[in-house]
């Protein structure tokens, strides 16, 4: 049974930084794809990033592109989400997520089959 485990969300101001961290556990991590996604109050959740297996590649939502850098170390089996620039728009429960079926980059949920609890960022204006 895989367990995947969010930290570091918080309550910050318009313009600061957060670093998320979801530490993995029961299946080889280094093996799948990871995702964090987010989800506001009243909104459907939304893709925000995602690394394949090696941390060689990653993609990002346009809404976050060039503020936040997803990265992965595969010898702590743990998946990291550092946000830049932060935005109230930014508040949300930001969930970590691991395809078991593919190594590669994903941007759809059904993709993922694994989800964490969920850690709460909230950005103030």
């Known amino acids: 049974q895989v367990q995947l485990v969010e930290s570091g969300g918080g309550l910050v101001q318009a313009g600061e930084s957060l670093r998320l961290s979801c530490a993995a556990s029961?299946?080889?991590?280094?093996?799948?794809?990871m995702g964090w996604f987010r989800q506001a109050p009243g909104k459907e959740r939304e893709f925000v990033a995602t690394?394949?297996?090696?941390?060689?590649?990653?993609y990002y939502a346009g809404s976050v592109k060039g503020r936040f850098t997803i990265s992965r170390d595969n010898v702590k089996n743990t998946v990291y989400l550092q946000m830049n620039s932060l935005r109230p728009e930014d508040t949300a429960t930001y969930y970590c997520?691991?395809?078991?079926?593919?190594?590669?980059?994903?941007?759809?949920?059904?993709?993922?089959?694994?989800w964490g609890q969920g850690t709460q960022v909230t950005v103030s204006s």
């Open positions: 690394i394949n297996w090696n941390g060689g590649n990653a």
């Open positions: 029961g299946r080889t991590f280094s093996s799948n794809a």
């Open positions: 997520a691991m395809s078991t079926l593919s190594r590669y980059v994903r941007s759809k949920g059904h993709e993922y089959d694994y």
